[in-house]
């Protein structure tokens, strides 16, 4: 891949764009190569249909370079929204959100959070959202792949199935690279931060404030690091760890998963009269254990509650990756589904289909998912098939939950660089991290290493906590709404850290 000398950038005026300012609250404005993206007057039309959304909702197309080193190449369509929510003599600016993934949709997000936010938050803030690059109705990315070839990256690992699984990802690599050479190493996160900024000079507005759930903690926290003096208010809901973005992430839904599991044989144990799986923690993840041995000599015909698995084969994987999560965000559903799967007959497997071509929506989204997870930090992943071998192998071990599946060879494997190292986050910019203590897709040593990162930042962590993403999603602790509403409306962190009961 090209490599961009900071000599030539230098020259071509854009180094106040790709790199730090020097000075956090003096930063310069954007570079004249850059103007007639910084300068854009988009035009605003309503946006959806008339009976799904409101009058108010209003989108537009803004234009941003694909290569921000080189800005009068090609370029890329942004499809943005907003929601003018706020009220006169009470309006702060403009609160930007991003709901994760990454490859989540989130230009429909001002609609959503008009019915979650706070009156006294809406009256302050203009709802925006955005597209990332690369997704969704803005010069989406097509990658052509198969429907197994687009579901989600992370397979359990086995040595029988191994070299499968290795071709699966190689292939997956192969065909979005055949199609997306050019346009793949730079649709990044570091991109898409630079694309905020743009986005807040088009809207008229000196910072922005900025609401980003799992993923996006990670493209906020990119962009306090690009543009310290833009950031205004800053709330990261579930973060991941900005220095260790790649395979760490991955990784760690290994290591987060094992301890809300015992968490979660606790709260069962507590219950046994109900659930009848154990009247201790051993004995109940003992019954998950065993549910798991059986499924795997054969696959179990479920019949229970959980509507998107009643009548499937399940084997003792896909238990294994459907309860993991609910073992966080649903304990008593989960454990409602162990007691199912103990009632429901063995089955034969169910015969696999050929798989067709992906939906055009699946393909983009894991185009881009896996364009950013493996091009925002190539270093990060072992370029040997035999490494991914290894560790699934040791992390099986070390975290039988899930450790084969984070640790199992990905497209990542074989993807190609992206244009910039991986961005360091270290700073003072102002920002509150908001954190579960049993989040097991982002735990809370990710949460915590977000807070370091950002030093002036301040945590407000769950005790207790389960599930992922907090802030503005029903059952939220009042003690996490009042003091993130506290901050979007007042701009004032609180003094301290602040620990919160779920």
Known sequence: ???????????????????????????????????????????????????????SYQCATVLVPLDYAHPDGRTLSLKISRLRTSVPGKRHGVL???????????????????????????????????????????????????????????????????????????????????RERTRLPYISTRNTARDMDVIRAVLGEKRISYLGWSYGTYLGAVYTQLFPGRSDRMVLDSAVDPNRFGRHTNLAMATGAEPAFRDWSRLVAGRNRTYHLGDTPEKVRAAFWQQIARADRAPIRYQGGDEVHQGAAVTGDDIRDWLRADFSNAPYQAARALVDLRRSPTTRPDPETNGGKADALDDNVIALNLAIMCGDNSASWPRDPARYRRDAVRNSALHPLYGDFTSNITPCAFWPKGSEP??????????????????SQTPLSEGLAMHRALRGSRLVGVRGGRGHVIYGMPGAPTCVTRTVDTYLTTGRLPAHDVTCRA
Request: charged residues 20%.
């Open 1 to 55: 891949m090209r490599t961009v000398h900071k000599a030539a950038l230098a020259a071509a005026g854009l180094l106040a764009t790709l790199s730090v300012p020097s000075a956090q609250g003096a930063q310069t404005t954007h570079p004249p190569a850059l103007a007639r993206y910084y300068d854009q007057h988009p035009a605003w039309h309503r946006c959806g249909s008339a009976d799904r959304y409101p009058a």
């Open 96 to 178: 930007l959100s991003n709901p994760g993934g990454p490859g989540d949709l989130a230009l429909d997000d001002p609609v959503a959070l008009k019915d979650s936010l706070a009156k006294s938050v809406r009256d302050r803030y203009d709802l925006v959202g955005f597209d990332p690059r690369g997704l969704g109705a803005g010069s989406p990315l097509r990658c052509g792949l198969t429907d197994d070839e687009a579901t989600p990256d992370l397979h359990p690992y086995h040595a029988t199935t191994f070299s499968k699984d290795t071709a699966r990802a190689r292939s997956t690599a192969a065909k979005c690279t055949a």
């Open 422 to 439: 991986a961005t360091h986050v270290d700073n003072t910019v102002g920002a509150l991290v908001v954190q579960n203590q049993w989040d």
